[in-house]
Every structure is written in C-alpha cells, then in structure tokens.
C-alpha cells in the first residue's frame, strides 16, 4: 500500500438509501471488512474529509445537503456514489421527487455498482478514489511549478463550470470567516452564472489548462465595477489577484472611476486593490456577521 501516503478520510452520507447500501459501507469499515486496517479513516465532518462516499439517489430534499457537504470539503476531493441508486436513481429514477444519480449536483469519480454493492466492491472504489486523490494532489502540485506559464486573459461562457466551482472552494473559506453559510456567491447555480456572462466581463488565470483565479467587470456610466475577485487558496500570495484586476481595469478603457466591494475581514481579496490604490470610502452593516467595505479608485491621467 505505498499509495498511501497519509490516512485518507472518508465522510458517509445516505442521500436517499433504502439502506442497503448504507449497511454494507458500514460493514466495510468496522471490523469484519476493516477498511481502517488500510490506514483509511471515517469522519463525521466534512471539513476534515477526503473522500465523499454517496448512497441513494438525489432528491429536491437532498440536494442541498449533498452540495453542502461536498462544498465543506478541501481540496482535493473525491466522490465515490456507492450502489446503482446512488449512480443514476435505479428503479426511483422516474419518480416524480427524483432528480437522479449523485452526478446530477456534484461531479462523481468513481462508481461502484451493485444493489445492494457488496463490501470488496466498496473496499475496492475507496482504492481507486485514493489513487486518484493522491494524482489530483500531484497535479495541484506540478501546477504550482508552472506558475511561470500563467496566462490572464478573458472568459467565455464555456468557463461557467469551472469558474462556479472555484467560486464554490473560495467563497467557502470566506463562509468559515464570517461563520455565514448562506453567502449569495455559495448559492449561485450554473444558469445564473451563465447569465452573468451575458451581462459582464469574466478574466480568468489559467495555469496547465486550469482555472485558477477570475473577477468579473460591468460598467455604469463613467464607473467600472469589478466582483468576485476569486484565487484558489494554493496560490494565494502569488500577485495573481493583482494580475486579474490590472487586466480587467485595462478592459474598459473609458472608465474614468474603478469601484469594488468585500467584507471587512477578507484581507486576502482587499490586498490586491489596495496594492493597485483603491481606497476605502464607504462601510455598510450587511448582518450581525458581516460588514460591506466599498472601494474605490480614479483613474490616472482623466
Ligand atoms: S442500490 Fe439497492 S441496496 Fe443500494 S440503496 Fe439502492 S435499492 Fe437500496
């Protein structure tokens, strides 16, 4: 088992099970199958989770929940959906509150069949998820050496997937700031975020083929406003959020005033503004947790 280079933790969530499966994930990790022999350990918190394994089929009840979950997670993470309710909804599929498999809301790496799957066959879909855990950590590891190819340049709509689920990684390390879950740019759906596209400028950093950082930019009157400054946590402190708002300021040429806005303890994203000389101006009381700080800058030389 050299592949594992540190214990991977798993979290359990029965989406819509009738129990089957459940039992048999549990079978795998107590002692008559003992996955934990393997070094692999079950958590109840998200937050400290490698691997999400998935029972049942997805549901409008569950939805929100399997997202949620999934969301909490750090990167890197891998989804195992365990038995055939869990891969495409089985039998349920059609019924009227079924909305299908586990790949319906969240992006799924690995399927393990059966009904109910057996315990060798969980056992089995843990392996793989740990062999590609450990490849999605190598590759965020050889992308922090191409930081030197990075390119910033602009978005396109076909983005959408990828710049919502940085979105959803980021704006979840700002939820964990503010101890507030329920952050707008956390419930942006993918329809949404394509009409943003339709309305607004998207700059993206790309490093290997991979979205690592986006804002956005629209203009009223003479004053460009940019949003959602986003950079995946492994590459903070890079001068990439400085890079994006550079590029974007440079995409409307005749503003004559740049403003933005973030919360008053999201250091990380009012770094880069302040480095580029945008100045604080207003403050506005969001809730008990948050604080809106609006800043501003005039372009030079109007
Ligand atoms: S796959 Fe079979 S055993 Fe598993 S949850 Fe669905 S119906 Fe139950």
């Not at 590759?139 to 990828?162: H, N």
Request: aromatic share 8%; charged share 25%.
């Amino acid at each position: 088992m050299s592949m594992f280079k540190r214990s991977p933790w798993v979290i359990h969530y029965d989406a819509s099970s009738c129990n089957g499966c459940d039992i048999e994930v549990v079978a795998s990790l107590t002692p008559v199958y003992d996955v934990e022999r393997l070094g692999v350990i079950n958590t109840g918190n998200p937050k400290h989770a490698d691997i999400f394994l998935v029972t049942g089929s997805v549901n409008e009840q569950n939805r929100s929940v399997v997202e949620n979950l999934f969301e909490q997670m750090p990167e890197p993470k891998v989804v195992v959906a365990i038995g055939i309710c869990a891969i495409s909804g089985c039998v349920f599929r059609e019924c009227y509150n079924v909305m299908g498999g586990v790949d319906t809301v969240i992006p799924v790496d690995v399927y393990v069949q059966g009904c109910a799957a057996r315990p060798e066959s969980i056992i089995d879909g843990i392996l793989l998820a740990v062999g590609i855990l450990e490849r999605k950590r190598a590759f965020l590891r050889a992308l922090k050496g191409k930081m030197d190819t990075m390119v910033i340049e602009r978005a396109v709509v076909e983005d959408a997937p990828e710049i919502l689920a940085l979105q959803k990684i980021v704006y979840n390390n700002e939820a964990e700031i503010y101890n507030d879950f329920s952050l707008t740019p956390l419930r942006q759906t993918l329809p949404d975020m394509r009409e943003d596209f339709a309305a607004k400028i998207f700059i993206k950093a790309v490093v290997g083929g991979k979205i690592i950082g986006s804002v956005r930019g629209w203009v009223e009157g003479s004053t460009a406003h940019l949003g959602r400054l986003i950079v995946h946590p492994h590459f903070w402190k890079k001068g990439i959020g400085t890079k994006l708002v550079r590029e974007m300021e440079a995409a409307f040429p005749q503003a004559r005033r740049f403003e933005t806005f973030t919360g008053q303890k999201s250091t990380h994203t009012m770094e880069p503004y302040q480095k580029l000389g945008y100045l604080p101006f207003r403050q506005e009381k969001i809730s008990e947790l948050r604080e809106r700080v609006y800043l501003e800058k005039n372009r030079r030389g109007l």
